[in-house]
């Protein structure tokens, strides 16, 4: 069996992993950890085969982690896969250098994932894959996306307006802007009747659910978040009132085929 330890302050993707990985014939989840500190305490505990390492998490976060890792008094190592939303170069070259074994983008593909884990486990015939970041993001078949640079793109535009990664809103927004990228006519009345249920169908909640994540995502960014970018981005409004999930979703798309234009 390999011995996997989750590290990811997305208790719902932790929840997804150990679901899944959980039900593998050869893999078992030793541990889940929602911060650095508690990954390296978990670590030395548990020594699990592998390590699946969130980049960015509370206290400590996973460059700390591989930094002090080197210094734990374990007698064998852990295999390190990061799994990251950003693919930047110098952030994939500096875990490189710290030890990383291997990088999946999110979102990715959990066969994909399981995958990659029995290869560096030493589970699988070594199929020559080199530790590099790999794109195999996969946002789902109900949403019919290819999987490209446009993933990194939209996850630095929810940076910038200031979308906790944690938020439940997070993922819906950044898949919502994907599609609607595809498919403009999604945008006004199809919105609530064809992309909320393609997404609650992905993420098995209720299209109800799915409006109002996104709609805290969205008044938590207006009100703790890049308010400046966000005015720029939408246009002032009225006291009081916060940009509709239309109206974000909306710009979010045309920003994104404009950035897209751009990159070719």
Known sequence: ????????????????????????EDMEVVGIAYDGEETLVYIEEKRPDVVLLD????????????????KLEIEQRPKIIVLTAFGREEI???????????????????????????QFAGNAPDTGVMRTAETEASVGNHLGLRPTNKEFMVTELLHRIGIPAHFKGYNYLRDA???VMEEEGLLGGSLTKELYPRLADKYNTTPGGVEAAIRNAVITAWDHGNRSYLEELTGRISR??????SLIIAKLADQLKYKTRLAN
């Not at 980049?55 to 080197?70: A, F």
């Not at 030890?99 to 995958?115: I, M, N, Q, R």
């Open 177 to 179: 802007v994907l599609t």
């Open 92 to 118: 994939i070259r500096r875990f490189t250098d710290l030890g990383a074994d291997y990088f999946v983008v999110k979102p990715f593909d959990l066969d994909v994932l399981a995958d990659r884990i029995r």
């Open 1 to 24: 069996m390999v011995k996997i330890l989750i590290a990811d302050n997305n208790v719902g993707l932790c929840e997804t992993l150990e679901t899944f990985l959980n039900g593998q």
């Open 240 to 245: 009081g009132r916060f940009p509709t999930n």
């Open 55 to 70: 980049i960015t998490m509370p206290h400590l976060d996973g460059l700390g982690v591989m930094e002090r890792l080197s």
